[in-house]
């Protein structure tokens, strides 16, 4: 027999709480020992393990905030964050449900990662030092959402509509600028908004009066304009709005609210104009719950007096004489009415020439059934959100037939004039050309405040009539389109038959040009670099394509259309242009939408373009990025001309890979990220479009590929994201 001796270190298991801490197990058999010792073993590994999904993003969270020591017990590498008490760190079994670092002085960023918090509740990092953009995607299950006092730029992201449990948010004391968005519809559990101390813009948006359930609203120290009738409805207890740029008479629900600061606008005196009769009220619930809907006419409650009779008696002749003579007069006026609106209508319906070519907008909630992207026509592809209703910020213009239509669209950028950006280009000089896309020439604008933008040129010989009565609608749709890695539009002009749009300018060109006609040879992109241009285009479309509603597909993604800041950072242009399709001739001309080499196999064949499309493209942007290559070139050997058939064969052949990349990285790369980036590829040139990934996944493989790459070593100048050629250059050495 062997006798075995057991020592259980404190705190002691429940089921060998009856021994002693050391006690003797006579005659007991070897393997009944062993396999409880693996019982135990394995319920002590189990128990308190964290989610994985979250331990990955608290890591990302970490480096970003560049391992500040004061996240006390945080890893960049392993590490258990529920059972090693990681700082501020509050979790529910398994799943992190709170993050609290207020106050601690944390420098760096937000990182990329924090949509995979899904079970975090509570996001607490006020008063810190946070610094760049707002990430578009934030944890999709927040209740409280506190980065006040940081130093947070960028604007409102728009995933933030999706959060349908928010209850508290405050982004007050950042950099935050543009417009807020029309972002609150859903938002029916907010109790508290502030966004305070910001540089934000523009009016406030119709959703607000969604927000049936707040009662502090804070918007103090902006520049926001506009209006306060959004705010009329609300159930609000705490309003402040003071030194902003208000214009209007002050809603006279706001004036009982018991704490209202409006000091430091423009509001107007005196008591404001009634409202139209029988006008609606704005949804949300009403302070009080109080009734603003017109009293019942349909008939006399038993306690109410009958509007037909006076104490009982019988209407008089005059009476009814005055009721016969209003009767009459009511059905000429529904009769001239009629006949003034079916003139109206034949009018419209010979100015719109409505085709089969280009099908009316379809409506928004239709659409966000349809999530699944099937195959349609080019043509008829409806990319962008459907415009707003008619509000009082509508704009008139003059078509090609000559008639005057309302363009029912809410602009929320910039108008400018001709003779500004006449100025501002000098003439639309040739010496200010910096490209020429799909619709028209771009034109570099210095303005006299000292600042530079980037100014399209529309040609009006390549839109057809209805596109071109159409324009302000889509810049309305292209003006709502914000996203770190998406070229923001600042502004337009419609005038004198002239259609332009005007861009923040980019000052480091575009991909295309860095890639493949730099006049420096002597620097080129480093891989990092690269993969950060793929992530930050591939976030860009996850944000056109599954965050927008309905989806926006681009229809023209290329190096060309990528272009890059002082930093590196990518930044997708032309977005939400495919609204303005084309005249077919022109476009058979010039190959306007989906250029060649880049076009995927559907498109070229049948004339179909999807989402799935812009991930083929998006593909062959990548093999650009991993070979240095152009998609066509016709100065290459026949079987080297097209990038995709030459290089799809030997993407899984390590060997024949390390020989594709290109020649300028010297070889300094890391093989296994080379491999991964070479099998993302592989996914998104898929010639069957139901093949190709979401971009949704394409994003977290990018994410993934740039966790597990950590490099040992790497020369000084990698952290500009440039590489330069020296004769005793070193590789790189990556652990994994």
Not at 145 to 172: F, T, V
Not at 315 to 344: D, E, N, R
Not at 537 to 564: D, F, G, Q
Not at 638 to 654: C, G, K, M, N
Request: proline share 7%; hydrophobic share 35%; with cysteine.
């Amino acid at each position: 027999m062997i006798r075995w001796s057991i020592c259980v270190s404190s705190p002691t298991p429940s089921f060998l709480r009856s021994f002693p801490v050391c006690q003797t197990l006579p005659k007991m058999r070897t393997n009944h020992f062993l396999l409880l010792l693996v019982i135990f073993l394995s319920l002590t590994c189990v128990h308190g393990n964290t989610d994985p999904s979250d331990v990955q993003a608290l890591q990302v969270l970490y480096t970003s905030l560049n391992s500040d020591a004061r996240l006390t017990n945080w890893k960049a590498n392993n590490g258990d964050p529920c059972t090693e008490s990681w700082r501020g760190i509050t979790c529910d079994a398994t799943s992190v449900v709170s993050i609290q670092l207020p106050d601690l002085g944390i420098d760096g960023t937000l990182g990329y990662s924090l949509s995979s918090l899904t079970s975090l509740k509570t996001l607490d990092l006020s008063g810190n030092n946070i610094h760049d953009a707002l990430p578009y995607q934030l944890p999709p299950n927040l209740t409280t959402l506190n980065l006040a006092n940081n130093n947070l730029s960028g604007n409102i992201p728009y995933s933030i509509s999706l959060m349908y449990n928010l209850n508290y948010m405050n982004l007050s004391r950042n950099l935050l600028a543009q417009n807020m968005g029309d972002i609150f519809n859903n938002l029916t559990s907010l109790t508290t908004l502030d966004l305070s101390y910001n540089n934000l813009t523009g009016d406030l948006p119709n959703s607000l009066s969604s927000l049936s359930s707040i009662s502090t609203f804070h918007v103090q120290n902006n520049q926001l304009t506009g209006s306060l009738n959004s705010l009329a409805a609300l159930p609000l207890t705490d309003v402040n709005i003071a030194n902003n740029r208000f214009t209007g008479w002050i809603p006279k629900e706001l004036l009982s609210v018991p704490a209202f600061i409006y000091d430091g606008n423009s509001f107007d005196n005196g008591p404001a104009p009634p409202p139209p009769p029988y006008t609606s009220p704005p949804p949300g619930k009403a302070r009080n719950n109080r009734s603003h809907s017109p009293p019942s006419r349909t008939h006399s409650g038993p306690d109410e007096p009958s509007s037909n009779t006076s104490s009982g008696k019988k209407l008089s002749t005059g009476a009814i004489l005055g009721i016969s003579l209003g009767s009459g007069f009511v059905i000429l006026f529904t009769v001239l009415v009629l006949i003034f609106c079916l003139q109206k209508g034949k009018r419209m319906e010979n100015v719109r020439r409505t085709s089969t070519v280009n099908p009316p907008i379809i409506d928004e909630k239709v659409n966000a059934e349809m999530q699944e992207q099937r195959a349609t026509p080019a043509a008829s592809v409806i990319d962008l959100k459907p415009p707003p209703p008619p509000t009082e910020n509508s704009t008139f213009e003059k078509g090609k037939s000559g008639s005057t239509k309302r363009v029912k669209s809410t602009i929320t950028t910039s108008s400018y004039t001709v003779a500004t950006l006449q100025t501002a280009t000098n003439s639309f000089s040739q010496d200010n050309i910096i490209g020429e896309g799909s619709l028209g020439r771009v034109y570099k604008a210095d303005f006299s405040n000292g600042k530079m933008m980037a100014v399209k040129k529309i040609d009006n010989a390549a839109l057809s009539l209805q596109e071109e009565d159409n324009f302000v609608e889509v810049v309305s749709n292209m003006s709502r389109l914000r996203h770190p890695n998406i070229v923001p539009l600042a502004g337009y002009c419609v005038e004198h038959g002239q259609r332009l749009l005007v861009y923040d300018y980019i000052a480091n060109g575009s991909l295309q040009d860095l890639l493949h006609f730099a006049d420096d040879t002597s620097k080129t992109l480093t891989w990092n670099a690269r993969v950060k241009v793929a992530l930050g285009t591939a976030r860009a479309l996850e944000y056109l394509h599954e965050v927008c509603l309905p989806s926006v597909v681009h229809r023209n993604l290329k190096s060309a259309n990528i272009l890059l800041d002082e930093e590196l950072n990518p930044h997708l242009s032309d977005c939400g242009l495919a609204a303005l399709t084309p005249n077919t001739e022109r476009e058979v001309a010039t190959q306007l939408v989906g250029s060649f080499g880049y076009s995927a196999p559907e498109f070229a064949l049948s004339g179909i373009y999807t989402v799935k499309s812009d991930v083929y493209s998006f593909g062959v942007v990548m093999l650009e990025l991993l070979t240095g290559r152009k998609p066509l070139d016709s100065s290459r050997v026949r079987s080297e001309q097209s990038l995709v058939r030459w290089a799809t064969p030997q993407l899984h052949d390590i060997d024949s890979l390390a020989k594709m990349v290109d020649p300028t990285l010297n070889g300094m790369y890391p093989a296994k990220s080379l491999s991964r980036f070479a099998d993302i590829i592989a996914l998104c040139v898929q010639p069957e479009p139901e093949f190709r990934p979401p971009m949704s996944e394409v994003v977290q493989a990018l994410v993934r590929l740039m966790q597990r790459a950590s490099v040992v070593k790497r020369r000084s100048s990698d952290d500009s994201g440039f590489m330069y050629k020296t004769p005793d250059h070193e590789a790189y050495e990556m652990s994994y």
